[in-house]
């Protein structure tokens, strides 16, 4: 499977080590160059060595997400600490370029909940923190 990510921070990079370690072909998209270290630390070889692919450039423009292999994935996560730029990917993932698989990360749980009822799946952190707390108080 390829799988397209946008967002190398903590959770991209952790997701893309995680995905390339277990098979599939990776693709990372980040618009700073220096985030391309976080694919390599506790790794033996570099991203690339390891058979990973990682493009520079801003997931906002189409030809960014061209290069980085949009129309070759079955699966794309968008991961950036921006609710805005991934729910903006999310969709054209989803409608221009029809990914069969798209997740998209959304830090606001009233927007993540409104956005999965407009079918992306989406996965709130916030909200899952909630909800953790909303059981803790039921103790």
């Known amino acids: 499977m390829f799988v397209l990510i946008v967002g190398a921070g903590r959770v991209g990079s952790s997701v893309a080590k995680t995905a390339l370690t277990a098979g599939h072909e990776v693709s990372v998209l980040d618009?700073?160059?220096?985030?391309?270290?976080?694919?390599?630390?506790?790794?033996?070889?570099?991203?690339?060595?390891?058979?990973?692919?990682?493009?520079v450039g801003t997931a906002l423009e189409i030809d960014a997400l061209l290069e980085a292999g949009i129309e070759q994935a079955d699966a794309f996560i968008a991961a950036t600490d921006g609710d805005n730029t991934n729910l903006v990917v999310a969709q054209l993932a989803d409608k221009r370029f029809g990914v069969e698989r798209v997740i998209v990360r959304v830090m606001d749980p009233y927007r993540a909940a409104w956005y999965a009822e407009q079918g992306l799946e989406t996965i709130s952190p916030t909200a899952h923190a909630i909800s953790m707390f909303n059981k803790a108080l039921d103790l």
């Not at 618009?31 to 493009?55: C, I, K, M, N, Q």
């Open 31 to 55: 618009e700073d160059p220096l985030s391309h270290e976080r694919l390599d630390v506790g790794a033996d070889g570099t991203w690339e060595d390891r058979g990973g692919r990682f493009t």
